[in-house]
């Protein structure tokens, strides 16, 4: 006992050296900081870093040490760096271009399950036009109205891309797109979109998928032969629609099918689409709720081309790539480890044309008037590249 004793208090001597170099290395760092702020240069210098472990590893005697060295001075530099950026990271109201502004306070709309539904929203009046991709009474016109209620001036294009278009050239000041669904995961399309156009999120809504079948005026269940819907609306009821022996048809979307059964005119056709759609499009409810899981959302994504967030925002979504080598990534995760900032979602899209490379979309919590957020931003976007702050805002649980 006494003889580990003895070993314990070598090893605490030596600690108390280590941190005492450990503070005086972090002192020089930030004289370097102020340094590099002076004179405008990066924080970050691999070819630094790289001489440095080839160098601290040749003063190591034995090639276990040499690797935790390597791995030790990799952590040092990391935090020696973290420092830097927190010494250069700005204090302005705005953050890379981001203005803050004022929410409006909504009340929950009718039918909107509460915790769906953010509190604020961005500032909007009668005037406002929106664009949603979609058709008339389908889900994203459902949370088109979700947002921005039932007066809005709004018109629907077809595509993802003309959404971002039209939000883009200004013919609208802000676009509704789906983004993930709860049982089906991310719409990648609106993630590469999002990665390449200058728009912004600045809101999400929540619409619980709620599939209803719906006929003509006068049908009932025993008249249906057919059905239509989305092939995930087909999907989605495969319990329901499994004892019915009805032919099953796949559209492009679930408010189509229901046109295509108002148009028809024809008693032995059915729909699979929302209770909103039934009443668009004069169509009755045979049965409601009739998909499977009953927790089926879909998340939608609120965008404008100004770069703004509402001051109480409380998810930050980013994009940037990585070279493709070792430790990359994990160099970029401990910008958000050493801030405390809490992570809520990684996805990588393959970048078009680079094979093998990869673009990142982080989303986390935080305001980009919080301090720790803009020095993790601030180091993220000088070790990336074709770094972007896609937006700041209210995150619905
Ligand atoms: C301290 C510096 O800044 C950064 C941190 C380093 C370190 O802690 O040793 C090395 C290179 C830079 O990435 C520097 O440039 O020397």
Redesign the pocket.
């Known amino acids: 006992m006494d003889e580990l004793l003895k070993l314990r208090n070598d090893i605490d001597a030596i600690d108390a050296q280590i941190v005492e170099l450990f503070e005086k290395r972090m002192a020089v ?1 930030e004289s ?1 900081a102020a340094y590099k702020e002076k004179i405008g240069k990066d ?3 691999s070819d ?2 790289r001489e ?1 472990i080839g160098k601290v590893r040749e003063l190591a005697h034995s090639e276990f040490n040499a690797q935790g060295v390597e791995a030790l001075f990799n952590q ?2 990391t935090i ?2 973290m420092r ?1 950026y927190m010494l250069i990271s700005g204090q302005s109201s705005e953050y890379s271009g981001f203005m803050p502004v004022s929410g409006m306070a909504v009340k929950a709309r009718e039918g909107a399950a509460a915790e769906d539904v953010p509190f604020l929203r961005m500032p909007f009046d009668k005037g406002t036009k929106v664009v949603y991709s979609g058709v008339p009474g389908a889900y994203g016109h459902q949370a088109m109205l979700g947002y921005f209620g039932p007066e809005v001036d709004c018109f629907n294009v077809a595509t993802f891309r003309e959404c971002m278009d039209a939000i883009k050239h200004g013919d609208a000041r802000y676009g509704v797109l789906p983004i993930e669904n709860s049982s089906t995961g991310i719409i990648t399309d609106v993630y590469d979109l999002m990665g390449v156009y200058d728009n912004y999120i600045v809101g999400e809504y929540v619409v619980r998928v709620s599939h209803a079948l719906l006929a003509c005026p006068g049908a009932s269940m025993e008249d249906i032969k057919t059905v239509y819907s989305h092939p995930q609306g087909l999907l989605q009821c495969r319990s329901f629609l499994s004892g019915k022996n009805w032919q099953q048809i796949s559209l492009n979307n679930t408010a189509a099918a229901a046109k295509k059964v108002r148009d028809e005119k024809d008693k032995t056709q059915a729909a699979v689409a929302s209770e909103m759609a039934a009443g668009f499009y004069g169509l009755e409810v045979l049965a409601s709720k009739i998909n499977d899981l009953n927790n089926n959302s879909t998340r939608f994504i609120i965008i404008q081309n100004r770069r703004e967030y509402l001051k109480e925002a409380n998810q930050i979504s980013i994009c940037f790539e990585l070279p493709h080598a070792s430790g990359t990534l994990y160099n970029i995760l401990s910008h958000f480890i050493f801030n405390g900032l809490n992570m809520n979602r990684i996805e990588s899209r393959p970048i078009p044309g680079k094979k093998w490379q990869y673009r990142f979309f982080v989303d986390f919590d935080g305001c980009l008037s919080q301090r720790q957020v803009r020095n993790a931003l601030t180091g993220i976007a000088s070790e990336t590249d074709n770094f972007r702050i896609l937006g700041n805002y209210i995150h619905v649980e």
């Open positions: 760092s370097v924080v970050l210098d630094r870093e440095k040092l530099m020696s760096r830097q």
